[in-house]
Every structure is written in structure tokens, then in C-alpha cells.
């Protein structure tokens, strides 16, 4: 297993570790970790995760990104930094990487997988958004994802993290939080799955049920797995039963054919 850590901008954190194997033309995982967008939490979260996925025939982008608490972190430099580091996969490709462009999965936890959400609508060029992703993942997987900013905000998970990511609340800034919500934003036009333990004591199950449901109506295709007995943070435990379901569905999913923006 070979790793080493690539800038993708001029910013401390933008940055990301790429994990490759011996293999050829792999296909590539992106990974975004959670911590609700806040310093100090970090792609270290993900360490374990991006090491075993390796060992199962991934290459692995573990990305780094802006976060609320560093100078352009928080809506909308945080998602901006995700679009340019999935963007810099395709520079990595040019440059000799065995990398498959075409079999690309955005991976996020928690936070992470509310901005996997939406890079992936973001790459869907029927929504004709200005920072897009310039190749179209086969499938977004959001583990325990923040999946509607509103609500969120509405529980106060996380200490009124949303808030802080924002910079007000839904009724200051309804643009905002319609243009940064993944609920808002279906059909996303690509495969999703969405993970949630019935245990998770930081958001609430309901909200990628509802998500789920909504995305379905909307006509996207989504399978929504619920783990009974399962924690907010099991899905960071490459040992866990939430992590074997995880790849268990990659293992079917990671063989079709994403593509680049042409």
C-alpha cells in the first residue's frame, strides 16, 4: 500500500491523502469525513476506513477541506474546496496515476456526507451549477448524512452547527439553505446509499428516512439500509457491521460506468 498527501490548492487545508495499491486502473473511493464541518476534525477520521478500502481494490482519496473555525471555511468555501478536490482527481489521472475515472464513489460521514450529496448534484449539469464537478460519480453514499439543513437546524444537532456553517439561520438566508441542502437538490441523477443506525444519539434516523422517501419520489435511485443497534460514529470502525454493510454494496455497485463531463 503506497499513501502520500497532494495539494489540490494553496490553502493549509486543501489537501487530501491518496492511497493506492500495486493494482491497475482502479476504481477510486473519495472520502469525506464528518465532525459537522467545525475545526478541529479532520480526514484523520478516516484513516482506517480509506486503508482497509484499499486493501479491497480501491484507490482511496481521503480529502481535506475548509472548515468552520479556518479562514474560508463554512458555506460556501467549504463545498467550493470538495468540488476542486474531486476536480483534481482528473489532474492526478493526467499525470500517470491508475486511477478509473469512470468508477468514481463519493463516500461521506455525517457532515461529509451531506457535502458527498451535493457535490454529486453538483455534477448533474441539468441543475447548471456554477462550481461543478468535472467527472460524474457512479453513486454518492452518505453514512449517517446531514440530508436536510433545516431540519437539522431545527433539532440543534450539534450544537447549532448548522448555524455556524451557514451564517444564520433558514429564515435570514432561505437561498442559501435551499441551494446547500441535499433534500432540496433532488433528484441528484445518480445512484445513492444512504446508511443510519437506529441508535445514532447525533442525528436523528428520521432524517434519511424522509430523505430517502423524498428521493425516491423525486426519481432517484436510492437504497436506504437502517443498522439496528447501530451509533453515530460505528460507520469510522472498519471492524463495525455498518462498515461490512458498506462494502458489501460496494462490491456490487463499483463496477458500472460513471464518466467525464464532456
Not at 6 to 22: N, P, T, V
Not at 198 to 205: A, F, Q
Request: net charge negative; with cysteine; proline share 5%.
Amino acid at each position: 500500500m503506497n499513501m502520500q498527501t497532494i495539494k489540490y490548492g494553496s490553502f493549509e487545508s486543501q489537501e487530501a491523502d491518496i492511497y493506492l495499491s500495486e493494482s491497475l486502473c482502479l476504481p477510486v473511493v473519495c472520502l469525506l469525513h464528518g465532525g459537522f464541518w467545525r475545526m478541529p476534525y479532520g480526514r484523520e477520521e478516516m484513516t482506517s476506513i480509506a486503508q482497509d478500502l484499499v486493501r479491497r481494490g480501491f484507490a482511496v482519496w481521503n480529502l481535506e477541506y475548509r472548515r468552520v473555525g479556518a479562514s474560508g471555511g463554512g458555506w460556501p468555501g467549504t463545498l467550493e474546496d470538495v468540488v476542486a478536490g474531486i476536480n483534481y482527481l482528473t489532474v492526478l489521472a493526467a499525470e500517470g496515476l491508475n486511477l478509473d475515472l469512470t468508477r468514481v464513489t463519493l463516500i461521506g460521514h455525517s457532515a461529509g456526507g451531506h457535502l458527498a450529496l451535493l457535490a454529486a448534484a453538483n455534477g448533474n449539469k441539468s441543475k447548471n451549477t456554477v462550481n461543478s464537478i468535472r467527472l460524474k460519480p457512479i453513486a454518492a453514499v452518505g453514512l449517517a448524512p446531514v440530508v436536510d439543513l433545516e431540519r437539522t437546524f431545527a433539532f440543534g444537532s450539534g450544537k447549532n452547527a448548522v448555524d455556524e456553517f451557514m451564517g444564520g439561520t433558514p429564515q435570514q438566508y432561505p437561498g442559501r439553505y435551499f441551494a446547500a441542502s441535499p433534500i432540496a437538490q433532488v433528484p441528484l441523477g445518480v445512484q445513492q446509499l444512504i446508511m443510519h443506525g437506529s441508535k445514532d444519539e447525533v442525528l436523528p434516523i428520521e432524517l434519511s428516512r424522509n430523505y430517502s422517501k423524498t428521493a425516491i419520489t423525486a426519481g432517484d435511485m436510492v437504497d436506504f439500509i437502517e443498522l439496528p443497534g447501530a451509533s453515530h460514529m460505528d460507520f469510522l470502525d472498519p471492524e463495525s457491521m455498518a462498515h461490512s454493510a458498506l462494502c458489501r454494496w460496494l462490491s456490487v455497485h463499483s463496477q458500472s460506468k460513471g464518466g467525464m463531463e464532456k
